[in-house]
């Protein structure tokens, strides 16, 4: 898997690191037991700070995304990613609250919101990007 940063965006580095493992989950390149760089070594290599990797590390374990062990490393979850429960819902609706208020701000309809949230998804079916 390809990590892809931009030190321009207004994003934090370690979210965007969290996003594009998220995301390679999504898409199925990374499966669960797959290891993952160490923080040291994937610091170097994409040039960031080791603190840096080590917040997106352990908020991705937190989420239960990933794993880390002592001996065996850092790994995506060998059982797979938790499926989504009451809070995860909660959480999501609390996340895509301002995007809906922007949208009809912005002149968006409904029809047009859903329609862009169902490409996405579909992009992680297999569909075209």
């Known amino acids: 898997m390809?990590?892809?940063l931009d030190f321009e965006s207004d994003e934090p580095i370690y979210q965007q690191l969290v996003h594009q493992i998220i995301d390679g989950i999504?898409?199925?390149e990374l499966q669960p037991g797959d290891s993952l760089p160490s923080v040291r070594?994937?610091?170097s290599d994409i040039g960031i700070n080791l603190h840096t990797v080590n917040k997106a590390y352990q908020q991705l374990k937190q989420e239960g995304f990933i794993q880390?062990?002592?001996q065996k490393g850092v790994v995506i979850h060998p059982e797979g990613v938790p499926k989504a429960d009451e809070d995860y819902k909660k959480r999501l609706i609390h996340h895509l609250r301002p995007y809906v208020a922007e949208s009809i701000c912005r002149e968006v309809s409904e029809a047009e919101f859903v329609e862009l949230?169902?490409?996405i998804y579909k992009t992680y079916q297999g569909g075209h990007s």
């Open 68 to 70: 880390i062990h002592r």
């Open 41 to 43: 070594s994937l610091a």
């Open 117 to 119: 949230c169902k490409s």
């Open 26 to 28: 999504a898409r199925k």
């Open 2 to 4: 390809l990590i892809n």
